[in-house]
């Protein structure tokens, strides 16, 4: 219409801004919603103190509780020597045997020199009597009868003396016999026959069949690790399956001098036969080292060069990095000393993926 003015171009401008300034500003936040990155799914654990349980393990070997070496009383030329290696005994066999030639004379010379003595004897009791008689009837002297006491006396102690000559001779002769004083196994023997011995060398060693012990060669550290009494586990190197308990029986005084440990001998409690004499065995014991706090290994990574884990905050459900101080791990778990409390949520699944200040949806928690 010729009458009508048209609308001015500025206002025409605010006007089409005005009417699209909604649809702008809902566009803005749509594609702000779409840029903001989705919580990143993790698998936590919450942090636990117990008391640790550190073990000892060491290597040893089993054997008789009650074992003895045997040997001959006197030297001498070994006759014969039955012994082997392993061989069951029981007790008064004979295990080996000396040349008893020259004990054998000693022993017929001690038999005659008793009966000389006793010869002797005879004569000086029968002069004694006499004496004795004549004293009484006045026929002779008084210096007489006191010799002829006196003379009685003197046989009398070599009498004495012949016999116990005889019974060192005997025992002499007995000595040239080696015989078990007990049921047992050979587990070491000594010389052949046709070696001269000593007195006291082994000829052979019997473990007595009343008990078995773990012997384990330990260093000091570990002695004064273990506590007095403490149970041990012991088992066989090459089967693992037979085990037996155990108690610390007894420990070295003083360490061997050459490679400085103490020997601990371990008492069996009713040990499996396949547990035989010189059997490599295994021996563990769990000490106590105080409350830890052990993670899994998967939590585990490192921040500034040290290891560390990601906590999880539960009121934002973000996460951020900490330093924690190692004592031990392995394949499976981080035993740490420092840096982790009780009660503390920490990521152990997905933990190379974050970063700190992260919102984190946690897909389930373990014990």
């Not at 008689?133 to 070599?158: I, P």
């Amino acid at each position: 219409m010729r009458g009508r003015r048209s609308m001015p171009r500025h206002i025409r401008t605010l006007a089409f801004v005005a009417a699209f300034s909604p649809m702008l500003a809902g566009c803005g936040r749509e594609a702000e919603t779409k840029n903001e990155p989705a919580p990143r799914p993790v698998r936590t654990a919450t942090v636990e103190k117990r008391e640790a349980q550190t073990p000892l393990t060491f290597t040893g070997r089993i054997e008789a509780e009650d074992e003895v070496s045997v040997a001959f009383r006197i030297a001498g030329r070994l006759l014969a020597n039955d012994t082997k290696l392993g061989d069951r005994v029981e007790a008064g066999q004979l295990l080996a045997q000396l040349e008893s030639q020259n004990e054998l004379n000693a022993l017929r010379q001690a038999k005659a020199a008793l009966a000389a003595a006793q010869g002797q004897l005879t004569q000086a009791r029968n002069h004694y009597e006499r004496q004795e008689t004549l004293l009484a009837q006045g026929w002779t002297t008084r210096a007489n009868f006191e010799a002829a006491t006196q003379a009685q006396q003197t046989a009398q102690s070599q009498v004495d003396a012949a016999e116990a000559q005889l019974n060192s001779a005997h025992d002499l002769v007995g000595f040239t016999e080696l015989r078990a004083d007990a049921p047992g196994k050979i587990t070491a023997t000594g010389p052949s026959a046709g070696e001269v011995v000593q007195a006291g060398q082994m000829i052979a060693r019997i473990a007595r069949q009343d008990g078995r012990d773990a012997v384990f060669d330990v260093p000091a550290q570990m002695v004064r690790a273990a506590p007095t009494g403490v149970q041990v586990t012991v088992g066989l190197t090459d089967d693992s399956k037979v085990t037996a308990q155990g108690r610390i029986r007894q420990i070295a005084a003083q360490a061997d001098p050459v490679t400085r440990t103490f020997e601990v001998k371990v008492g069996l409690t009713n040990p499996p036969p396949a547990m035989r004499l010189g059997a490599t065995v295994n021996g563990r014991v769990d000490t106590s080292s105080g409350p830890v706090i052990d993670i899994p290994a998967t939590a585990l990574t490192r921040m500034n060069q040290q290891p560390a884990v990601w906590i999880v905050d539960p009121s934002t459900n973000t996460v951020s990095a900490r330093n924690v101080d190692v004592l031990r791990y392995d394949q499976a778990q981080v035993i740490v000393s420092q840096g982790l409390d009780a009660g503390e949520i920490i990521v152990t699944a997905g933990v190379q993926a974050l970063h700190p200040g992260q919102k984190v949806r946690v897909l389930g928690s373990e014990p």
